[in-house]
């Protein structure tokens, strides 16, 4: 069965941390992608990426920073967490032209 | 602004009733998705129906689509208990958007034994 894996389903961290999300797919996809999910705001694109080393910003890159050092993982990186990037944290891959393939999300608590 | 926007925002029905999502979006789409999210887990891939496709169905599901009034339906029949989930519209707008999907903010149903 094809996987999406997300390296945590809880997190809880210290405001001015810096937090990694990581993100690993067994597919071989080259599309990779970074959603925050709230409530009332829907999934909100963070950063996608279409290939090894190349990214893109999305709707929201502000606060976050990505890596893509090899084709299977995807990594999110929040700089400096603040309190407004508690949030649920979704890693999708793509194979053209089909759909996502999710992860089981991240769910974030800065405190 | 939302590209795929869902109505109704919540739907309660019984077991064994049919469900219908509506989903409407703004700009011209390559092909359209359906997800369904259980609660706090990862979104599912349900349907991709192309832009030049009118109605598609796998299963209990049955997706319909209308370019010329941007708008998709997804019909559940014989719901279950077990189809109790949030369910999302999104749009993939194809080489304009860079590939990338837009999700509306779902529609959450209830399915009551």
């Known amino acids: 069965d094809v996987k999406v894996t997300q390296s945590s389903r809880y997190l809880v961290k210290r405001t001015g941390e810096k937090v990694f999300l990581e993100c690993v797919q067994d597919m071989d996809h080259e599309n990779m992608f970074w959603y925050r999910q709230d409530p009332g705001l829907g999934l909100r694109l963070i950063y996608f990426s279409y290939d090894v080393k190349m990214k893109e910003k999305g709707d929201i890159p502000e606060g976050y920073s990505v890596s893509r050092e090899k084709k299977e993982r995807f990594s999110l990186i929040l700089e400096s967490a603040s309190t407004n990037q508690t949030s649920m944290y979704l890693c999708?891959?793509?194979?053209?032209?089909?759909?996502?393939?999710f992860g089981s999300g991240t769910r974030l608590t800065v405190v | 602004s939302q590209q795929g926007e869902e109505d109704p925002q919540a739907l309660s029905i019984q077991e064994g009733e049919n469900a219908t999502m509506n989903c409407s979006y703004k700009t011209s789409i390559n092909n359209l998705q359906w997800y369904r999210q259980n609660s706090g887990r990862g979104l599912v891939h349900l349907i991709l129906i192309r832009s030049n496709e009118r109605e598609k169905h796998s299963g209990r599901l049955r997706v319909t689509l209308d370019t010329s009034k941007k708008s998709s339906s997804l019909l559940i029949t014989a719901s279950r208990a077990a189809d109790t989930a949030s369910y999302f519209c999104?749009?993939?707008?194809?080489?304009?958007?860079?590939?990338?999907?837009?999700f509306g903010e779902g529609t959450q149903l209830t399915v009551n034994p």
């Open positions: 999104a749009t993939d707008a194809g080489r304009a958007s860079g590939s990338r999907l837009t």
């Open positions: 999708a891959s793509r194979g053209h032209p089909g759909g996502y393939t």
